[in-house]
């Protein structure tokens, strides 16, 4: 299979652990079958490997999700990054390109386009096959998804199939209704559009040269920044007339909001937390170094991180949104390719800062014009270089280095450090790279 997985936004509805640079689809919060936690995207590229374990997989997003992509898939995954978000159908019609270009997928072949982080069983992923395959030999341009609906939502778009068979010819979309034209919709056989469809690839770049002036892959990335916004269903879909759907009634779930994300989970608490015998339908995550003990609590969601604290009724958490817009903070945790940081102190003029380095990486070699750096070593085995000059360090050993110098550091092996900054403007922007001479 051909499958192009698509991630964006930044999931601010589960704040606190999401923020503008960890979207949803990163949090562990699913257990494995080995009982580790995974993210939504790690989960759903081991569901595809276990059905297809040739499938070629390229991950479309932004360049602030490319760290944490290979941070969590390793750093082999093919991502297609977009220069900018410009919504679906640039962001496909880029990732086709990318394929076709860069991939050397041929015209012909099919290619299946799914959101990264819907959350799903296997059933899902053979049905995705039987999409690929129905795109490959149908005479129809276009083939959907359509997920059978469990209730009249506001959340999704509705299909209308012409007939009730699996696979049936379109009759007409339905933008986002309000729960009565819904419940209207789906007396008449409406499914839920996903936003999962296949196409053959010929079929896109087409439509894509139709609509954008660009020859070949790195002319549309290099033309990116001035296209207009606009959603595949919009471009493409509403306006072909050789399109078909797939019936899906297996499981499928948008984990948007904490009270989604809540009935998906495996158990009630993720971190140090304590239910009392008096909670009901209390879920906990915790990604403090602090218990939480909760007592007499009925229907809650709470969530701690470094990004802050959150104590809500389950269905009040679904309009999160707003008040998190009007936070101003400070990205206090993300994952990178090298690994992760977290912040934990923040003062007017210094800043402290936990940095984790996986085995065989190490930071951009770069330099501060306007603050001085400290490294402690807590535990792990590297090399910094400052200025040029190596040495080994270990737990205990202290590195500074002046504003202005030019530093990095190579973990040998999972290498824990603690950086304090100091100066009058510490800004993430106040940074310059360098190539590291070998």
């Known amino acids: 299979m051909n499958i192009i997985l698509l991630s964006g936004g930044s999931g601010k509805r589960l704040w606190p652990l999401s923020n503008d640079v960890r979207s949803k689809q990163f949090i562990k919060l699913f257990k494995t079958p080995d009982g580790e936690y995974e993210s939504m995207v790690q989960r759903v590229y081991r569901q595809i490997r276990s059905v297809d374990p040739d499938a070629s997989i390229t991950i479309a997003t932004s360049k602030t999700q490319v760290s944490a992509i290979h941070n969590q898939l390793g750093e082999n995954v093919n991502v297609c990054v977009e220069p900018c978000r410009k919504d679906t159908f640039p962001a496909i019609a880029l990732a086709t390109a990318y394929l076709h270009d860069v ?47 469990t209730y009249p939502s506001e959340k999704y778009g509705y299909i209308l199939p012409c007939t009730t068979e699996t696979v049936s010819a379109v009759n007409t979309f339905r933008e986002k209704p309000d729960t009565a034209t819904a419940q209207k919709y789906i007396d008449q056989g409406a499914l839920w559009n996903g936003g999962v469809f296949a196409y053959r690839l010929d079929y896109v770049l087409e439509r894509a040269h139709e609509l954008i002036d660009f020859t070949d892959y790195q002319d549309l990335f290099n033309k990116y920044h001035t296209l207009d916004k606009i959603s595949f269903d919009y471009a493409v879909a509403e306006k072909e007339k050789a399109i078909e759907v797939l019936r899906f009634s297996g499981s499928w779930k948008d984990i948007g909001t904490w009270n989604t994300l809540s009935e998906a989970m495996d158990e009630p608490c993720v971190g ?20 939480i003990l909760c007592m007499g609590l009925k229907d809650l969601v709470i969530s701690a991180s470094p990004e802050g604290i959150l104590v809500s009724d389950k269905e009040q958490s679904s ?28 003062e007017e003029e210094s800043l402290t800062v936990k940095v984790t380095l996986n085995p065989g990486h190490r930071m951009n ?7 001085d750096e400290m490294w402690t070593i807590i535990s792990g085995r ?16 202290v590195i500074t280095m002046q504003a202005g110098c030019r530093h990095t550091v190579i973990a040998d092996t999972e290498l824990k450090i603690m950086e304090v900054q100091l100066g009058k403007e510490i800004s993430v922007h106040d940074k310059q790279k360098y190539e590291l001479e070998e």
């Open 272 to 291: 140090n937390a304590i239910l009392n015998k008096t909670c009901t339908n209390i879920n906990v995550i915790n990604e403090l170094d602090v218990p």
């Open 103 to 149: 991939m050397g997928i041929g015209g012909q072949e099919s290619v299946v386009v799914c959101p990264v982080d819907p959350f799903v069983e296997q059933d899902y992923f053979l049905a995705i096959q039987k999409l690929e395959k129905l795109a490959a030999s149908s005479p129809a341009n276009l083939v959907l998804m359509g997920m059978e609906p």
């Open 319 to 346: 309009y999160i949104k707003p008040f998190v817009d009007a936070i101003d903070q400070q990205i206090m945790f993300a994952e990178k390719s090298w690994g992760s940081f977290r912040v934990l102190d923040v």
């Open 382 to 397: 590297g090399r910094t270089i400052v200025d040029g000059m190596e040495q080994a360090v270990q737990a205990g050993d």
């Open 365 to 371: 070699y770069h330099s501060h014009e306007r603050r």
